[in-house]
């Protein structure tokens, strides 16, 4: 069974930067996974911020970019907000029409 | 503006069948994917699977031998079916809109519009 893998936790300044990452148990992540990340806070649905690695949603903030670094889809958070305080969920796609969620980040800006 | 209203029997006992639908408002059913996800209390997004408006589908293959993911094109709506459910499915159910678009060379997809959620709960 596929499994993908992200930080458990990860805690950041206001106005810093952080980078989340995504990997996959079957090797490294490239465009062809199409990463998407999500975004979830207590109470509520997940809201979408990046597609296919780096395309980001009409409402997405600008500080949020996706990437691929290292074998991995990545998130990066720079000049942290309070409220960017958060669940943030990678998704990746496989061949015949698998997706598979990572078990989430849980960012504390501290 | 599309919105997805979702909604089903919130209180199951074990044995029984999960029965959820969501309705798509404010915008076109075909060219897309429809999914059901689901989170269990305090875990992570779990996919179930999904259906496009030719009826054609995807399931987790976890899940696949209990799941049917139906579509109704009349009514805009799609549903999920989970049955013998046991307490390991209580969770928040979410149904959600897939895209894709692209060039040759090029493709990607996004999961974009999410309904509220459901929450489903397994007890005897």
């Known amino acids: 069974q596929t499994v993908v893998t992200q930080e458990p936790s990860l805690t950041v300044s206001p106005g810093g930067t952080v980078t989340l990452t995504c990997a996959s148990s079957?090797?490294?992540?490239?465009?062809?996974?199409?990463p998407n990340w999500f975004q979830q806070k207590p109470g509520q649905a997940p809201r979408a911020l990046i597609y296919?690695?780096?395309n980001k949603h009409s409402w997405t903030p600008a500080r949020f970019s996706g990437s691929l670094l290292g074998g991995k889809a990545a998130l990066t958070l720079s000049g942290v907000q309070p409220e960017d305080e958060a669940e943030y969920y990678c998704?990746?796609?496989?061949?015949?029409?698998?997706?598979?969620f990572g078990g989430g980040t849980k960012l504390t800006v501290l | 503006q599309v919105q997805l209203q979702q909604w089903g029997a919130g209180l199951l006992k074990p044995s029984e069948t999960l029965s959820l639908t969501c309705a798509v408002y404010?915008?076109?059913?075909?060219?897309?994917?429809w999914s059901w996800i689901r989170q269990p209390p305090g875990k992570g997004l779990e996919w179930i699977g999904n259906?496009?408006?030719?009826?054609?589908?995807n399931y987790n293959p976890s899940l696949e031998s209990r799941v049917t993911i139906s579509v109704d094109t009349s009514k805009n709506q799609f549903s999920l079916k989970l049955r013998s459910v046991t307490a390991a499915d209580t969770a928040v159910y979410y149904c959600?809109?897939?895209?894709?678009?692209?060039?040759?060379?090029?493709?990607?997809?996004?999961?974009?519009?999410w309904g509220k959620g459901t929450t489903v709960t397994v007890s005897s």
């Open positions: 259906i496009n408006h030719s009826g054609g589908t």
């Open positions: 998704l990746l796609y496989y061949d015949g029409g698998q997706r598979v």
């Open positions: 404010g915008g076109s059913f075909s060219g897309y994917y």
């Open positions: 079957t090797g490294a992540v490239t465009s062809g996974y199409y």
């Open positions: 296919s690695t780096s």
């Open positions: 959600a809109r897939e895209g894709w678009g692209g060039t040759p060379g090029y493709y990607y997809y996004y999961m974009d519009v």
